[in-house]
């Protein structure tokens, strides 16, 4: 005759739950996607300030950067695979690597690497750089202009912000915007850089308004070159947009204040 086991309490099942649960979520953020949010203009046009993505961990790898907290539980980097120029990448900042960057990888080891009147030159090489249509995008509490003299209105008696907009290609083909709001400015007249084995050489695309690895590391400011163990993942797809007006005892404005024509996009 078989003993009867009392019956496991709600209590006691919801606890397990729990832990499941926090089990699922540690193996997703550290081995699948993650979230980040944009706290900063340095990748406009692409990226905005509001703008939040979802991250995938699996493209280059896995290290102790993969992990919630930076937990140290892998050595060195596993099923390590090197990205490609163009990809934006989200990634620790040096010195320390207590800080998420998000920006664009420019050069990989070896590369040579000039900036000369704006003008980013690889192995070189000139990149191309054609002028195209201003970028614009509405004033907002999260998103003001650079300068007064960037502010205009649109059609509709809008505030807007107006900047200079560029293609650049890569030559691999790979092409994106960017933004040249300051002529003369620190970053547009550089050393020439060579990339050190394992690191990369990322910069952001709005190309003045970014402490990239054309400055030395410094914390909470410039990154100088980034190893490449300090990768936390690959941009994947914007999953939401705030322009920063939400008022948390006014339920509507969770929906004015979408950016609903951001969220969707996808990183080539």
């Known amino acids: 005759m078989k003993k009867k086991t009392a019956p496991r309490s709600e209590t006691a099942d919801f606890i397990i739950f729990l832990v499941k649960l926090a089990f699922f979520v540690l193996i997703l953020r550290s081995f699948i996607v993650s ?4 706290p900063s203009e340095s990748m406009q046009p692409r990226l905005m300030v509001g703008d939040y993505l979802l991250v995938a961990k699996w493209p280059y790898g896995f290290s102790q950067y993969s992990l919630p907290f930076s937990i140290p539980l892998i050595p060195g980097r596993i099923l390590a695979n090197e990205p490609e120029r163009g990809d934006v990448v989200v990634f620790k900042a040096p010195p320390s690597a207590k800080d998420d960057y998000i920006k664009r990888v ?5 590369d040579i690497i000039k900036v000369t009147n704006g003008v980013v030159s690889l192995n070189g090489t000139p990149l191309e750089r054609k002028k195209v249509e201003d970028y614009t995008h509405l004033v907002s509490p999260n998103s003001d202009c650079f300068a007064e003299y960037y502010e205009t209105t649109n059609e509709n008696g809008e505030r ?13 083909g790979r092409s994106y915007m960017t933004l040249d709001v300051i002529d003369g400015s ?7 850089f060579v990339v050190p084995d394992g690191h990369m050489f990322m910069m952001g695309d709005n190309r003045d308004r970014s402490a990239d690895s054309r400055f030395p590391a410094e914390e909470g400011k410039a990154i100088g070159m980034v190893p490449q163990e300090y990768l936390v993942g690959r941009a994947l797809v914007s999953v939401f947009s705030t322009d920063g007006s939400v008022e948390m005892l006014k339920p509507w404005t969770w929906f004015t204040a979408a950016r609903w024509d951001r969220i969707g996009d996808g990183f080539e």
């Open 160 to 172: 807007i912000c107006r900047y200079p907009q560029f293609e650049e290609t890569l030559p691999n």
């Open 106 to 110: 420019i050069g990989l080891p070896g």
């Open 35 to 38: 979230p980040f949010n944009i």
């Open 186 to 192: 620190a970053g547009d007249n550089t050393e020439t």
